[in-house]
């Protein structure tokens, strides 16, 4: 059974660091598509960061340059880091997983197509 598990959310000031991390079971990780979505209050959940089973590597625009994804196969860990954080970085942040899937054409996966995920961590950032 695939399980997820994220940590190191918290609070920061604005500007300030935090580092998320995804603890992975059940599975290969090497073989899975890993991503972190975030959804804040009275918005729909969006996509962060993605890398595929490829090391192919994408960010939403809002957090390229600031955010860094990294997994270590070997621990089964996805870490985001995530500098000079900013108000609207505020919400809920979930790791997502689903075997195979790869980047296309630079842009993610519905997040529909991802059938695990974490129970989320949370992060917040005030001014």
């Known amino acids: 059974q695939v399980q997820l598990v994220e940590s190191g959310g918290g609070s920061a000031q604005a500007g300030g660091s935090l580092r998320l991390s995804c603890a992975g079971s059940?599975?290969?990780?090497?073989?899975?598509?890993m991503a972190w979505f975030r959804q804040a209050p009275g918005k729909e959940r969006e996509w962060v960061a993605v890398m595929d089973i490829e090391g192919t590597t994408i960010y939403t625009d809002s957090v390229k340059g600031r955010f860094t994804v990294s997994k270590d196969n070997t621990k089964n860990i996805l870490d985001l880091q995530m500098n000079n954080l900013k108000p609207e970085d505020t919400a809920m942040y979930y790791c997502?997983?689903?075997?195979?899937?790869?980047?296309?054409?630079?842009?993610?996966?519905?997040?529909?197509?991802?059938?695990?995920w974490g129970q989320g961590t949370q992060v917040t950032v005030s001014t």
């Open positions: 059940g599975y290969v990780y090497s073989t899975y598509l």
């Open positions: 997502a997983a689903e075997p195979y899937l790869r980047v296309v054409g630079g842009r993610p996966p519905q997040a529909s197509r991802l059938r695990h």
